[in-house]
C-alpha cells in the first residue's frame, strides 16, 4: 500500500511548547514533502526530504526522514500563534509525473 | 505574478447539475493536477495533465472530466453533480523534479444538494 498514515490527527498546544508530529508508511518512498495549509487556502511546501536519515531545518521547524525511508517527523519548537495550520505530508504516486497521495494531516492549533 | 488561480471561490449546485471549475497558472509549468479534499481524508487526485494534450486519471476520477485547454488552463467538468462531490477542489501545477513541489490555488468550495 503506499498510504501514509499521520499523527496525531489534532493537537492543541499553548504558545511557547514543544511538539511532533508523525507521517508513516508501511513501503519505502524515495522522498516525502511537508505541507502547511492555512484555513481557506491551498497547501504550501514547507520541505522535501529525499535522503535516508536526512534532517533539514526551517526556522523552529526541524524535518527529519527516517534511515529506512518509511518515515518522518516535523518537530516544532516554542510554537507560536502564527504556526497554526494543518500539516500535510505527501509521497509521490507510483508512475511518476510528480503525482502526490497525502496524509490526512495534523492539525494543529496554537492559542496565545 | 499570480501563480495558480480558481474560479469560482464558491458554488452551490442541485443534484444534476452540470457544472465546470476553471484553473490557471502562470508558471509556465507543464504539468497541472486536480485534487479534491474532504474532512479526515486528506487531499485526493482527481486527475493529471504531465504536458499540454494530455490527461490521465488519478485516484478517484469517477464522475468528472478534464481538459487540458493549452498550457496555462486545466478544467474540471462535473456532468451531473451528486451529494458525494460536495468537498474543497484544489487545482495544482509543478515542473517534473526530484523535490516534485506543487503549486496549489485557493481552492473552490463546491456543495451539492
Known amino acids: 500500500t503506499q498510504l501514509l498514515e499521520q499523527s496525531p490527527q489534532f493537537l492543541s498546544i499553548q504558545e511557547g511548547e514543544n511538539l511532533t508530529v508523525y507521517c508513516n508508511s508501511s513501503?519505502?518512498?524515495?522522498?516525502l514533502q511537508w505541507y502547511r495549509q492555512e484555513p481557506g487556502e491551498g497547501p504550501v511546501l514547507l520541505v522535501t526530504?529525499?535522503?535516508?536519515?536526512e534532517v533539514k531545518k526551517l526556522k523552529r521547524l526541524t524535518f527529519q526522514f527516517g534511515d529506512a525511508r518509511k518515515d518522518s517527523s516535523l518537530h516544532i519548537t516554542a510554537a507560536q500563534p502564527g504556526d497554526t495550520g494543518l500539516y500535510l505530508c505527501a509521497r509521490e504516486f507510483s508512475g511518476g509525473y510528480n503525482k502526490l497521495i497525502f496524509g490526512a494531516g495534523t492539525r494543529l492549533a496554537v492559542h496565545p | 505574478n499570480a501563480g495558480v488561480t480558481q474560479t469560482p471561490k464558491f458554488q452551490v449546485l442541485k443534484t444534476g447539475q452540470s457544472m465546470t471549475l476553471q484553473c490557471a497558472q502562470d508558471m509556465n509549468h507543464n504539468s497541472m493536477y486536480w485534487y479534491r479534499q474532504d474532512p479526515g481524508m486528506g487531499l485526493r487526485l482527481i486527475y493529471y495533465?504531465?504536458?499540454?494534450?494530455?490527461?490521465d486519471k488519478g485516484e478517484v476520477p469517477n464522475g468528472y472530466n478534464v481538459s487540458r485547454l493549452n498550457k496555462r488552463e486545466f478544467s474540471l467538468r462535473l456532468e451531473s453533480a451528486a451529494p458525494s462531490q460536495t468537498s474543497v477542489y484544489f487545482c495544482a501545477s509543478s515542473e517534473i523534479s526530484r523535490s516534485g513541489e506543487q503549486f496549489f490555488g485557493p481552492g473552490t468550495r463546491l456543495t451539492v444538494l
Open positions: 526530504v529525499v535522503t535516508g536519515g
Open positions: 495533465s504531465a504536458s499540454e494534450g494530455t490527461t
Open positions: 513501503s519505502v518512498f524515495s522522498s
